[in-house]
């Protein structure tokens, strides 16, 4: 039993490259989301699902893009890197009652 | 936007020494979330506290969810090096989370 698995693990991307985090689980969670983690800024909710085939926008979802089209994978998606999205990102999910985070993903963007 | 504040940022102490973070919403709460972060790590569920005035205590853990349910603290009894790390509250808002912005913890031995 993996729980929530995220990849990749550590990333540097250059200003203006495009790439996707894949956030997968196994514990038949309905509920899935992405925060970033920043220091002194707490974790802060990118976009969230509430059910395959749902995505709803979070506290700073700017510059991020996000699809459920399984209910055990949550991609995160980067259109055009900035260095201000260099970041720890980790993703949870939940039946509801406490959240399960993944190991998080360190992103450099350069 | 709902904020969930907590007090102290950072709190280092003596082994055997207590230690209380505080939280505070803007908003009342439905429940609120407690989450532990070891250094280097990811956020780990400790509890939920769900009625106004809940207490629950989980060996030298006690959480405490406030009156109006807009406020909680943990505390830890005769803290030890293993305690090390960042203590997040969260509120829940509707179908999410909404973190607080941690209180680091250091424990000298």
């Known amino acids: 039993n993996a729980g929530v698995t995220q990849t990749p693990k550590f990333r540097v991307l250059k200003t203006g490259q495009s790439m996707t985090l894949l956030c997968a689980q196994d514990?038949?969670?309905?509920?899935m989301y992405w925060y970033r983690q920043d220091p002194g800024m707490g974790l802060r909710l990118i976009h969230y699902?509430?059910?395959?085939?749902?995505?709803a926008k979070g506290e700073v979802p700017d510059g991020y893009n996000v699809s459920r089209l399984k209910k055990q994978n949550f991609l995160l998606g980067l259109e055009s890197a900035a260095p201000s999205q260099t970041s720890v990102y980790f993703c949870?999910?939940?039946?509801?009652?406490?959240?399960?985070f993944g190991s998080g993903t360190r992103l450099t963007v350069v | 936007g709902q904020q969930v504040m907590q007090i102290p940022q950072y709190q280092h102490v003596q082994e055997g020494e207590d230690f209380t973070t505080y939280c505070n919403s803007s908003t009342t709460l439905s429940n609120i979330q407690w989450y532990k972060q070891r250094p280097g790590g990811h956020p780990v569920f400790l509890i939920q506290l769900v009625k106004s005035g809940e207490v629950k205590k989980q060996k030298r853990l006690t959480f405490q969810f406030g009156e109006a349910k807009k406020n909680s603290s943990l505390h830890i009894t005769a803290t030890q090096t293993t305690d090390v790390g960042t203590y997040f509250c969260?509120?829940?808002?509707?179908?999410?989370?909404?973190f607080g912005t941690g209180t680091r913890l250091q424990v000298f031995p």
């Open positions: 514990m038949n969670h309905e509920y």
């Open positions: 969260a509120g829940y808002n509707t179908d999410k989370l909404i």
């Open positions: 699902s509430v059910g395959e085939g749902t995505t």
């Open positions: 949870a999910s939940s039946l509801g009652y406490g959240y399960t």
